[in-house]
């Protein structure tokens, strides 16, 4: 059995022996379930959203081990589900925070329990002042050496995380530009994977690893049909909700086809990426909660593997943007070893635009 349980930035999900945490717009790592050593959390107040930390042993590029989620209530609850699931499952959790005591009162040591007791034995060890004040001395130099060092490893992999995803993305950039009538030396380098992008009509179906795509209708819309209840809860009554201020709602409806080995969480899984183009190769991502969209998937409505369903994405853009499509691209599946994709599938909905 899986467990899981969405936040503003993520999903986490667990099958016992391990949790993967996805956070939007990076790729998902995946932890042994005894790492868990704690879950705190804040229960959200009226509008204040509540949070989640996941609390896991140290490393290199998490010194303190925290991982912090802001959730809704509707995820609130979804996660205390996770928390009980995983002390059930009889994992390494070693406590728990009242909610009621709030975030900013809790204290987490930088060293799991288990690993204190063994750190003891050096205390009597320490038999004169001037061998504590050495040792104290070659302490602090070796943590300034390492937080150095640890430093610039943390930089480092951030670098090449965020190169990744830049060449993935400029691999459409560049073929905007070109379409555009842009001088083609300014998308050199940016070529690589470009072969497996795959561009596509309206009314046509596009397919991106196990994600296929059919664009039913696209445009702007002075309003959305959105569950009254407000961010976080259902009803299933519905009002207009209008874009804020200086903005408008482009929406895209599409039918989307599983052809992956599992199951798909549409509205409040991340299923695949999806995010909507305009003619500057400006890129948007679709607005919160989709499951309050009027005739999408309830959260947790899981797409079965063969089958299809119809979403509407609404993107909340500039006035003055002009919108010409859209792409996604298939995430893959860590339980399955199933590969994410590099390259994105395209769209295009203005016949004025075209990717060569």
């Known amino acids: 059995m899986e467990f899981i349980f969405h936040a503003h930035e993520g999903v986490v999900q667990s099958n016992g022996n391990s949790v993967r945490v996805a956070i939007d717009g990076q790729n998902p790592f995946v932890l042994p379930a005894s790492c868990i050593y704690r879950i705190e959390m804040?229960?959200?107040q009226g509008d204040v959203p509540g949070q989640v930390v996941l609390v896991t042993s140290p490393s290199e590029g998490n010194p303190t081990g925290?991982?912090?989620f802001s959730v809704d209530s509707h995820q609130y609850s979804e996660a205390q589900a996770f928390d009980q699931a995983l002390r059930s499952m009889g994992q390494n959790i070693t406590g728990h925070i009242n909610p009621a005591s709030g975030i900013s009162n809790m204290s987490v040591s930088d060293i799991p329990s288990g690993q204190t007791k063994k750190l003891a034995w050096w205390i009597p060890v320490v038999s004169g002042f001037t061998a504590l004040v050495l040792g104290v001395a070659l302490g602090w130099g070796f943590t300034q050496m390492h937080a150095e060092h640890t430093l610039k490893e943390v930089v480092a992999a951030k670098d090449v995380e965020i190169e990744r995803l830049d060449t993935s993305l400029n691999s459409?950039?560049?073929?905007?530009?070109?379409?555009?009538?842009?001088?083609?030396g300014q998308g050199a380098g940016g070529d690589s994977g470009t072969s497996g992008d795959t561009?596509?009509?309206p009314n046509e179906e596009i397919s991106n690893g196990g994600i296929t795509m059919k664009l039913l209708e696209s445009g702007e819309k002075p309003s959305i049909s959105f569950d009254s209840c407000g961010d976080g809860c259902s009803n299933g009554k519905f009002a207009p909700k209008n874009p804020d201020a200086d903005t408008k709602f482009w929406v895209a409806t599409v039918e989307v086809t599983n052809n992956t080995k599992k199951p798909l969480d549409i509205t409040c899984g991340y299923p695949y990426e999806i995010i909507a183009l305009n003619s500057d190769n400006q890129q948007y991502?679709?607005?919160d909660d989709l499951y309050d969209v009027e005739g999408n998937p309830a959260c947790n409505a899981e797409l079965q593997?063969?089958?299809k369903t119809k979403v509407t994405y609404p993107f909340q853009v500039p006035l003055n943007a002009k919108m010409i499509g859209l792409a996604f691209r298939d995430i893959g599946d860590w339980s399955t070893d199933t590969p994410a994709q590099d390259n994105y599938a395209v769209i295009i909905t203005d016949s004025?635009?075209?990717i060569s």
Do not use: C, M, S
């Open 352 to 354: 004025n635009y075209h």
């Open 172 to 184: 459409v950039k560049a073929q905007l530009e070109a379409a555009l009538g842009r001088d083609a």
């Open 199 to 201: 561009e596509g009509r």
């Open 305 to 307: 593997p063969g089958t």
């Open 285 to 287: 991502t679709p607005i």
């Open 66 to 68: 925290r991982i912090l």
């Open 42 to 44: 804040k229960e959200p």
